[in-house]
């Protein structure tokens, strides 16, 4: 099976692109636990409001078909109906084949072992050795797509900053020892195999407890996607 791509052109009687591009995105949503769609992103440009633009990337043909065959609900019908209500004319289509790039994943086999330990602790490089160890296990897996972390804080130490994402959605276990963590305004106690989700724009910072706290944390990588908070913590916070 191979990837398929489309692009579709919904042009909107005058006024009316902005309610055309609520019910597209309305549609994204619902398409979220879809098997086999892997992008259906809405688009508009300034210079033409009433054009909305939809990219579409699908894990094969199979999972598109599959697709179309639930726009045939009620729910479905209802939703198209609407769409067509508000068109200047027939929406256009245009099919593509994917072939790579950034964000394409074309699927593959085979895996990869690494132990955790045998991959460089960058804390020190940093100049962060003193507060405890950071391996970061994507590149060494040869991870394309999960980015992968290993760290443990000192007994009492407070990580240097905070940070949060502008895409990646984290998940952060704690394997041992005892903490708090740092959510936006809100602190939290933490244990091991206490499970954190943390949604991208949640800015975090960790804390170890009196016997230290070690913890991994997984989520889509996205390179450059972090953003610093040198003064997340409170001052005696």
Not at 57 to 77: C, F, P, V, Y
């Amino acid at each position: 099976m191979s990837g398929v791509g489309r692009y579709v052109k919904f042009t909107a009687q005058p006024g009316s692109g902005e309610e055309v591009a609520v019910l597209l995105l309305d549609a994204a949503d619902s398409l979220r636990d879809v098997a086999g769609c892997e992008l259906y992103v809405v688009n508009r440009t300034a210079s033409e409001p009433d054009v909305v633009w939809v990219t579409e990337l699908w894990l094969s043909q199979e999972a598109l078909d599959a697709s179309l065959e639930q726009l045939q609900t009620d729910e479905g019908k209802a939703r198209i109906g609407q769409v067509m209500a508000l068109l200047a004319k027939p929406p256009e289509l245009t099919e593509l084949a994917p072939l790579g790039g950034v964000g394409y994943l074309a699927g593959g086999a085979g895996y990869t072992l690494v132990n955790l330990e045998d991959v460089e602790d960058v804390a020190p490089r940093f100049g962060f050795g003193d507060q405890g160890e950071a391996r970061f296990a994507n590149r060494p897996l040869g991870a394309v797509s999960t980015g992968l972390s290993h760290q443990r804080l000192r007994p009492g130490v407070r990580q240097a900053f905070g940070h949060r994402h502008q895409h990646a959605e984290e998940v952060f276990v704690v394997l041992a020892g005892s903490g708090r963590v740092k959510i936006g305004d809100e602190i939290r106690d933490v244990r091991p195999l206490d499970a954190i989700r943390i949604a991208p724009s949640e800015p975090r910072a960790f804390e170890a407890g009196p016997d230290g706290l070690e913890f991994v944390v997984f989520g889509p990588h996205h390179t450059g996607d972090a953003v610093i908070d040198a003064n997340f913590w409170p001052p005696g916070g």
